[in-house]
């Protein structure tokens, strides 16, 4: 049978258009969630793309990955050292600190190759009709220059290489209207925070500016003596600062301007002719290009100029951090570098130039990760790090391969932002709460795009994320005397849920997404439901609220075994629809669960309690004991 491939919303709104009954002869695969969302809104019946494969395969391939990109990541290197000795003297690896983005990279086109292939192999089609669109003219992530934007149409752009081994049909050209992607630092952000959240901003205000200038100049007039680390970001060490500050440690934010803008002409600190000779060379290389092939398809083509730009313009840019952030420590006397994330990658070449400033440099854990496996940790926090903080034991555990490799000191000592969250008052969050009805919320899980790499199994897909929320949303749509309100992520897009609902006749759901924030929400809710199980879900675990958990996504064995006790858990949807279903209409669901019980969080979240005094006064002996090299 013929198919017809539908990659975006756009794409989907065109052939319902051209085929206004909904009738075709022809297969119809949606390979993304806001394909299908269009298809099913008009009642058009078609498979996912995930129809055509086994999820462990992809994992499997997935994972095997990681070690095709470290090779990437070792020859880009080594090229780029030959032309430069005086890197290797200094074993300046600037692939290997944008490791993060090149996965990211890497999976968005080989498991999409992947897919397409295995759909092809199953259908067998004679004629595949795509879209020969245009791109859109506003694309995702400017962030990072080496990633894809959001709406790039990566599906179309693989079928566009050669060796398929089927005909293709290219309907007429579209140009899709640029969908607005509000990024967390953007005016409009901005704007609507500080106007939904005033108190808030007057705090900040106080407690980073004015807070920050009175304690430094109590420290002079007492005449302490003070010890200044360059902070490179995270929610742990600012929620921390009070207890760092009665130590004497005082955190200087990283000087932005060693980042570099990607748009600006660089050419001062690197021969670039030496550089773009090195990616002459770099192109002959057969196991190099060897490395970008998924069966008979060679995506390398669609990676080359991003290659390039990492090669050309950003090793330059990361070799600047490098050098400027010596001269800075050097002459502000910074005793260490604490950091979250080390990404953007100009934070791994700073952490290299600490490192041989004889400085330590301190990550300390900036999200939820090790109750399921997390293999890109380790590239994105762990490496160029001596010491890494976490949030539990649990986490120390899971990480002891990645401390050996990485050479690196796991310490596990909660997150402070949890144990704040634990202590707070209850707060109010003024929504429309009819009737006194109670209120369901429902942090939506978010949407990856583009940007998806393999780190757990099953492999986490946006189509299937897609059918979990709506199938959720049905759920709560026909119990009317709840209001329900469902948090969308700020950031990344989602699928029109919001069309979803009302088409349906469901007006007990609310859409909210950047009018507040999930620890703004949880006070005023009586159940939280969580389809994927990430820092989400640990902000609802610091309250006593009921949880449903959906947990298909492979907690390890001794995390789900720890979150039981705590929250309803299912690995079935149908599981979770029927017990959600019967607990909001009062009936029995037949399990018990502890609301007060903490072991899961103790275990990846708070620790012992009294974790910002305990990481400041790790981080005070490790500057006062450190020997002045690496350990």
């Not at 640029?178 to 808030?200: C, D, F, Y």
């Amino acid at each position: 049978m013929d198919i017809i491939l539908l990659e975006n919303e756009g794409q989907s709104q065109d052939f319902v258009k051209k085929n206004k009954n909904g009738k075709t002869k022809k297969q119809i695969i949606a390979l993304t969630p806001f394909a299908a969302c269009v298809l099913e809104n008009n009642g058009i019946h078609f498979k996912l793309i995930e129809d055509y494969y086994e999820p462990g395969d992809l994992y499997k391939y997935g994972v095997e990955n990681y070690l095709k990109v470290e090779r990437i990541c070792s020859l880009i290197d080594r090229y780029i050292q030959e032309a430069y000795p005086s890197l290797s003297e200094i074993d300046f690896k600037p692939s290997w600190y944008n490791y993060s983005s090149l996965k990211t990279l890497y999976d968005t086109l080989s498991i999409r190759a992947f897919q397409l292939t295995k759909l092809l192999e199953v259908e067998n089609p004679e004629i595949v009709t795509v879209h020969d669109e245009e791109d859109p003219s506003s694309v995702g992530d400017n962030y990072d220059p080496l990633l894809f934007g959001f709406n790039e149409p990566i599906y179309i752009k693989l079928l566009k290489l050669p060796n398929w081994k089927c005909k293709f049909s290219y309907s007429e050209k579209i140009c899709l209207p640029a969908i607005p992607v509000t990024e967390s630092g953007s005016l409009k952000h901005k704007i609507i925070l500080v106007l939904n959240r005033p108190s808030k901003l007057c705090v900040f205000l106080i407690n980073r500016i004015i807070g920050r200038w009175l304690s430094t100049a109590m420290n002079v007039v007492n005449n302490k003596s003070s010890m200044y680390v360059f902070l490179g970001g995270g929610s742990e060490w600012l929620d921390s600062d009070k207890y760092l500050k009665e130590r004497g440690i005082y955190c200087i934010d990283i000087p932005k301007h060693l980042k570099r803008e990607f748009k600006v002409p660089f050419a001062q600190e690197m021969d670039v002719k030496g550089l773009t000779e090195c990616w002459i060379k770099l192109q002959k290389n057969e196991e190099f290009k060897s490395l970008f092939r998924y069966g008979g398809v060679d995506f390398y083509p669609l990676l080359w100029e991003r290659l390039k730009l990492l090669v050309e313009n950003i090793t330059p840019r990361l070799f600047y951090a490098y050098t400027e952030a010596l001269k800075i420590i050097k002459r502000k006397r910074i005793k260490a570098v604490v950091l979250t994330t080390k990404y953007p990658a100009f934070l791994q070449a700073v952490s290299v130039a600490a490192r041989d400033s004889g400085i330590p440099v301190i990550t300390w854990q900036h999200a939820a990760y090790e109750h399921s496996e997390s293999p890109m940790i380790p590239y994105s926090e762990m490496m160029n790090s001596d010491f890494h903080f976490v949030f539990g034991n649990n986490v120390a555990k899971g990480l002891t391969k990645a401390a050996k490799r990485f050479d690196v000191q796991v310490v596990p000592v909660g997150s402070e932002s949890l144990n704040l969250l634990c202590k707070r008052d209850a707060e109010l969050f003024e929504t429309n709460k009819r009737n006194n009805k109670k209120i369901v919320f429902y942090p939506l899980g978010r949407y990856s795009q583009n940007h998806l790499y393999i780190a757990a199994p099953p492999p986490f897909s946006d189509n299937i994320l897609f059918d979990i929320q709506r199938e959720i949303l049905s759920v709560l749509g026909l119990h009317k005397d709840y209001e329900v309100i469902a948090k969308i992520h700020p950031i990344y897009e989602t699928p029109n849920l919001q069309r979803y609902t009302k088409d349906r006749g469901f007006k007990n759901i609310k859409f909210l997404k950047y009018e507040c924030s999930v620890t703004d929400i949880l006070p005023s809710a009586d159940i939280v439901i969580v389809d994927t199980p990430t820092t989400s879900l640990f902000h609802t675990l610091t309250t006593q609220k009921p949880i449903f958990v959906y947990t298909r996504y492979n907690l390890r064995e001794e995390a789900i075994q720890l979150l039981r006790r705590r929250a309803y858990c299912y690995e079935s949807l149908g599981e979770l629809k029927e017990a959600l279903d019967n607990y909001l209409s009062g009936e029995s669901i037949g399990e018990k669960v502890d609301l007060e019980d903490k072991e899961f969080l103790k275990a990846y979240g708070i620790h012992d309690g009294n974790c910002g005094e305990k990481a400041a006064e790790l981080l005070d002996n490790i500057i006062h004991d450190y020997n002045g090299g690496r350990r």
